[in-house]
């Protein structure tokens, strides 16, 4: 079977609107959640195959490391972050995020912070607790940044560095 990565970028699944502005009387925790389950419905048509620069799988290698990078909700749903929140790793190690399911999450590499680098698909919505999804580092050596799409705004940042 061959891994899929899920090719889910803000302007694919809708999740960044026109305006600049969040919807009066939304709390930041109702807008992620609504873009996590829009998200969701729009991976499947999103999905795309990076056969050589990156891959997903539903398990580790087994030669290869497994790093856990924990998905931590903070301020009641409104904040998040990445524990650890700079990772390293090498080149065919896996990289597990796992949510704590509180409110959802995602990794996504921004092209603006990562250019002239290959960079993987956003990861899916992960909405349920302990729900994992794993990144195998197959692209070049280098630092990747990373970000929570719905958190990115209180800090949900990090990188990813692959090394040979």
């Known amino acids: 079977m061959r891994p899929i990565v899920f090719a889910l ?3 694919v699944c809708g999740c960044v609107s026109a305006g ?9 925790a109702s807008m992620s959640m609504g873009m996590a389950m829009h998200a969701q419905h729009r991976a499947i048509a999103a999905s795309h195959v990076f056969p ?7 398990g580790a ?5 497994v790093v856990v990078v924990k998905m931590i909700t903070t301020d009641e749903g409104d904040g998040g972050k990445f524990d650890p929140e700079n990772v390293v790793v090498q080149a065919g190690d896996t990289v597990r995020f796992v949510t704590d399911g509180l409110s959802p999450h995602n990794v996504s590499f921004p092209a ?6 290959h960079v993987p698909a956003a990861v899916p919505f992960l909405t349920t607790p302990n729900q994992a999804y794993d990144l195998v580092a197959t692209a070049a050596p280098g630092t990747y940044h990373m970000q929570c799409d719905p958190h990115a705004f209180t ?6 560095i692959i090394r040979r």
């Open 20 to 28: 600049s502005g969040m919807a009066p009387g939304r709390s930041h």
């Open 155 to 160: 800090g949900m940042t990090g990188s990813l």
């Open 52 to 58: 050589r620069l990156w891959e997903a799988s539903q």
């Open 61 to 65: 290698r087994p030669a290869a490391h």
């Open 9 to 11: 970028s803000l302007a």
């Open 112 to 117: 603006a912070q990562n250019v002239g680098l």
